[in-house]
């Protein structure tokens, strides 16, 4: 019995940090979306679908998530200190994009064809569209759009039950030669867009100053993501939990 439930224990931990990953990501990307004025069914779509996408591949993928990472902070870092009167996302986005393209292609055939992610962020970003139209339907009849940790809990336990399904039934094209040699450089890519899109946020956030009255339009997504992030941990420890109980072992699927 100790035993079984330190192994549940051990499993919701994990899947708690995942969860609160996802969650930070999810409130921060639907809150933004919102302000952007997105209609409500395609931002909880593309928040979950993106939020999928982007956890999925540092859950499956480490390493190369963390090559994306680290190439989307010293880009966005770079980026405000060499064009801060400069303002231009795209221009950002893109160099992340290009620079963590580079990265990727750094990694051995052998690391990648251990993790293979693009199957991973490719079957996440598939667990975010199949779920995304289940949690509109949720929100919308109920009063939790206006509640963060919530709905990222809801999202989170919905997006891991649809990964856990398609991992072991994804397009086999995911797992094609071409799909391991793009594999490493586009996730890499993806993850350093994510990032330095965040740090973006970040900094646009700092032209709040209240006692002049001046407010940014993004306070909002940063004020969100505390709460998103803890509706994340309580959806993800649930799930990694029932997982154990149930006695499904995602890690015999991944590869």
């Not at 809150?31 to 409500?40: F, H, K, M």
């Not at 405000?80 to 292609?105: D, E, H, M, N, R």
């Amino acid at each position: 019995m100790l035993d079984k439930l330190s192994r549940i224990l051990g499993k919701a931990i994990i899947w708690a940090f995942s969860g609160a990953l996802f969650g930070g990501f999810f409130a921060g990307m639907l809150n933004y979306l919102l302000i952007e004025q997105v209609p409500l069914w395609l931002a909880l779509v593309l928040a979950s679908a993106l939020s999928g996408m982007i956890i999925s591949a540092f859950f499956g993928s480490m390493l190369v998530a963390l090559g994306g990472t680290l190439t989307g902070i010293l880009t966005a870092i770079s980026y405000q200190i060499l064009f801060a009167s400069y303002q231009q996302p795209l221009l950002l986005l893109g160099v992340a994009l290009v620079l963590g393209f580079i990265a990727g292609g750094f990694f051995t055939k052998r690391e990648i064809r251990d993790s293979q992610p693009l199957a991973q962020t490719g079957t996440g970003l598939m667990a975010g569209l199949v779920s995304g139209p289940v949690l509109y339907l949720i929100v919308s009849n109920t009063s939790l759009i206006g509640n963060h940790w919530p709905v990222a809990a809801i999202a989170v336990s919905l997006v891991g039950l649809c990964y856990v399904y398609l991992i072991k039934h994804r397009p086999a094209i995911l797992g094609s030669p071409l799909a391991l040699e793009i594999g490493g450089p586009l996730v890499c890519g993806l993850i350093a867009i994510a990032v330095a899109s965040v740090f973006w946020i970040i900094g646009e956030s700092y032209l709040t100053v209240p006692e002049l009255g001046q407010t940014s339009r993004y306070q909002g997504v940063l004020d969100a993501a505390p709460m998103g992030l803890l509706g994340g941990i309580i959806g993800g420890a649930f799930g990694g939990a029932m997982l154990e109980i149930l006695g499904i072992r995602l890690e015999e699927h991944i590869n």
